[in-house]
């Protein structure tokens, strides 16, 4: 082929790239349908409030941990407030409320790999 | 396309070549600056009287596997040694066995933390040598390292999960006994000492070596127990009395 | 004389269709492996907590030895003046590159956490040879594609800089391999530091072996003539090479077994009639340097082509050996807690390990080498790599 047609296909190339997972991911939630909002069973206990705010948890809930991990497990502090296992004392069904988040928005923590949450 | 234009492009593409070079040594600096902080009022340290420690005992390994969802695969190449026993006979005639534990000796000078590429090794405030093991990518250098066989590396997922309050194995990673820091900073001792004071032969002392009224201190100063393969130099914590 | 002028390969002959093909399948089961590994865990391999390391490491280094020897090569006329090599130069720095490309990605895809691979390059630790060693092999890939653009653009001044730049790192490279093992105190047969330089000796065998076979069939099968002379010309380097191999090779294990503590160790290697005395002398010590040393040296074998082929043939399967019994011997050998007392343990203490390359390693590794060469088998086609008229443009 030509030097034209060899853009023509590349261009073609790179544009079915892009839009494979566009049109992969609608026609996963059905075409022009919305996905349901997630319905959150909210966790009892502590008095019904988090460590935090409940909009800086939602946005900022992953980099807490990370950091708070860091400086848990190489700084040696005990940080009792921001440690993993002491989010389980509210948070313990992960089925009817991380998940429900995280399976919406489509991210898979590795954390629990490991870490156990009921 | 003219030369000129190729030319060009080609010279952006190598500054942002080079210019993406210098990440790494940028971070470097945050590197030397960010591992733990510096105490020197505890250094923990243990001492394993192997008169007392008996062949049969095995209470710290199984508090260990329990403690900390060490994995038995059922297959000796696999399975996960935290701590270990072993029985060490000296090369004479007629001479008699001597039972031991072997783990981490969370040494001063430790060669697993010297040659992790990740700084996933690293030595804690109070002297325990820790593995991130969020940042392990599990290339098995400090394996090779360790003069005591003290790491496994996790070959495959376990299920298995007796002790919900601690983590899993990962899979692909590298482990080791860290002398239950987890218990240690609720004040509680690590598994396998309070097996052996409890159930076992009672032949393990744990505390705090900087501490000069404690317990191993004064062990350590009445009996002169030593470390293994001191001619090292890694200036080991975990100290041997009788071999 | 004429310039030369360097042309793409046409590359559409049955032949080299087949060949990517057969490349293209290999290495598909070299990614099949890795994935494998990956999701099923190192337990599919033959690696277990006695050794760690198996043959994916041994391939790695292996391949990063081979780019450090071709650079050196592609180097001879820029840096050394030898310019009758210079129809090389662009073949062997593209080599040099992929083949160090190779080595990285048998590195990353046999850790555990391949998915962590930008954690080394944002916290690396200075101490670390593994880390200092990632800077250094990607520093390395960009500085040899640096010096195979100024090649392109013939911009004669800048090559011979790059070259030099490159040919010092390559040695800076091979040797932060060699210092992975050679600097590890805990394992008596890797404790060395002639292990550095040995590393560049055996580069520079095993790259002058694989350039000689390579550019032989590149030449051959895209048609092109080359000058015989210069093929017999680098047999001759690689007969000085081999020297140096095998003087490394035998100071290295009299002074070794020298030492009463390591005679049950050198025993071990060395006398055991068992697999890995088998591969140190049939391998490395036999292929990897004797045979061909042999051919070599004498006049009825040393001037031809043929032989010459088949010495290089026994270098590359020589070196290979060489790498695996510097890897695989100490991690078999137990490691000494208690000097001069037996020890029994549940984790095989003071006992020898079992190590064989299971079919997912061997797959691994022969995945990684044709992925490297069908890289090359294109980029001969894509880039004005080879030269059409090295006849023509001989000095006379």
């Given amino acids: 082929m030509n030097g034209r047609q060899a853009g023509v296909a590349l261009v073609a190339a790179i544009m079915l790239f892009v839009a494979t997972p566009i049109i992969y991911t609608a026609a996963g939630n059905g075409l022009f349908r919305k996905p349901p909002k997630p319905e959150l069973v909210l966790p009892v206990g502590g008095d019904g409030k988090c460590v935090e705010v409940t909009d800086y948890m939602r946005a900022n809930h992953m980099k807490l941990l990370v950091h708070a991990r860091d400086r848990i497990v190489r700084g040696g502090e005990l940080l009792p407030k921001y440690h993993i296992e002491g989010c389980k004392n509210c948070h313990n069904k992960r089925a009817e409320f991380c998940d429900r988040c995280h399976s919406y928005a489509g991210v898979k923590p590795e954390c629990f790999e490991c870490h156990y949450l009921p | 396309m003219t030369d000129m234009d190729r030319r060009g492009f080609v010279k952006a593409g190598l500054a942002v070549l080079a210019g993406s070079a210098l990440g790494p040594g940028v971070t470097l600096f945050q590197a030397f600056a960010e591992d733990g902080r510096e105490s020197s009022k505890t250094r923990w340290g243990m001492v394993i009287d192997t008169n007392k420690c008996s062949e049969k005992c095995t209470e710290c390994v199984s508090a260990c596997r329990t403690e900390n969802n060490v994995p038995l695969f059922g297959e000796p190449k696999y399975d996960g040694h935290w701590i270990r026993k072993a029985a060490v006979t000296p090369d004479v005639e007629g001479a008699k066995s001597m039972s031991l534990p072997l783990l981490c000796n969370h040494c001063e000078h430790p060669p697993c933390q010297h040659v992790c590429p990740t700084a996933a090794t690293f030595t804690r405030h109070d002297g325990i040598v820790m593995i991130d093991k969020h940042r392990c990518i599990g290339c098995r250098y400090c394996m090779i390292a360790c003069p005591y066989k003290a790491r496994t590396f996790v070959f495959k997922s376990t299920e298995e999960w007796p002790n919900k309050d601690v983590p899993k194995r990962s899979k692909g990673v590298v482990e080791k006994c860290h002398f239950c820091a987890h218990r240690l900073d609720k004040g509680q001792i690590p598994a396998c000492v309070e097996a052996c004071t409890k159930s076992g032969d009672g032949a393990m002392i744990f505390g705090n070596l900087k501490d000069p009224q404690s317990d191993i201190s004064k062990y350590i100063r009445e009996n002169a127990p030593r470390g293994l393969r001191e001619d090292f130099g890694l200036k080991p914590k975990v100290l041997y009395k009788g071999v | 004389m004429e310039k030369i002028r360097y042309s793409a390969i046409k590359g559409d002959s049955n032949g080299y269709l087949a060949l990517l093909g057969a490349l293209g399948v290999l290495s598909l089961g070299g990614f099949w492996a890795a994935w494998t590994m990956f999701t099923d865990g190192h337990s599919v391999t033959g690696m277990t907590n006695a050794v760690p390391w198996g043959f994916p490491i041994v391939v790695a280094i292996y391949l990063i030895g081979l780019s450090a020897g071709s650079l050196v090569i592609s180097a001879l006329s820029s840096v050394f003046g030898k310019k009758e090599f210079k129809v090389f130069s662009r073949i062997a720095a593209l080599l040099a590159a992929l083949l160090l490309v190779g080595a990285l990605m048998a590195i990353i895809l046999d850790w555990g956490r391949p998915e962590r691979i930008l954690v080394p390059f944002f916290s690396m630790n200075p101490r670390s040879m593994f880390s200092l060693n990632g800077m250094l092999y990607s520093a390395y890939i960009v500085i040899c594609f640096v010096y195979l653009w100024a090649m392109f653009e013939e911009r004669e001044k800048l090559v011979k800089a790059l070259g030099l730049l490159a040919v010092f790192w390559a040695v800076l490279v091979h040797s932060g391999t060699g210092a992975i093992f050679g600097f590890v105190g805990a394992r008596e047969l890797l404790h060395s530091p002639l292990l550095p330089p040995s590393f560049i000796a055996a580069a520079l065998s095993s790259g002058t072996a694989l350039m000689i076979i390579v550019l032989h069939f590149s030449f051959k099968w895209a048609g092109r003539t080359l000058d015989e002379a210069l093929l017999r010309q680098l ?123 299971s079919l997912v390693e061997a797959m691994f590794g022969a995945g990684i080498v044709s992925f490297v060469f069908l890289l090359y088998a294109l980029a001969l086609k894509f880039f004005e790599l080879m030269p059409e008229n090295v006849e023509e443009s001989r000095e006379r």
């Avoid at chain 3, 003087?247 to 390591?262: D, G, L, Q």
């Avoid at chain 3, 140190?280 to 990897?288: K, L, N, Q, T």
């Avoid at chain 3, 088949?310 to 695989?328: D, M, N, Q, T």
């Fill in chain 3, 235 to 357: 047999g001759r380097y690689l007969m000085v090479f081999l020297i140096v191999v095998a003087y490394f090779i035998f100071i290295e294990n009299v002074t070794r077994s020298y030492w009463p503590a390591n005679y049950e160790a050198q025993k071990f290697l060395l006398l055991s009639g068992n697999k890995y005395s088998l591969i140190f002398w049939v391998g490395m010590v036999g292929c990897g340097v004797a045979f061909p040393f042999v051919i070599l040296v004498n006049r009825f074998t040393g001037g031809s082509l043929k032989w010459i082929l088949w010495a290089s043939a026994l270098v590359v399967g020589g070196v290979l050996a060489e790498r695996y019994i510097i890897v695989i011997p100490a991690q078999v050998m137990p490691v000494e807690i208690f000097p001069g007392m037996k020890v029994v343990s549940d984790f095989q203490d003071g006992s020898v390990a079992d190590y064989s390359i």
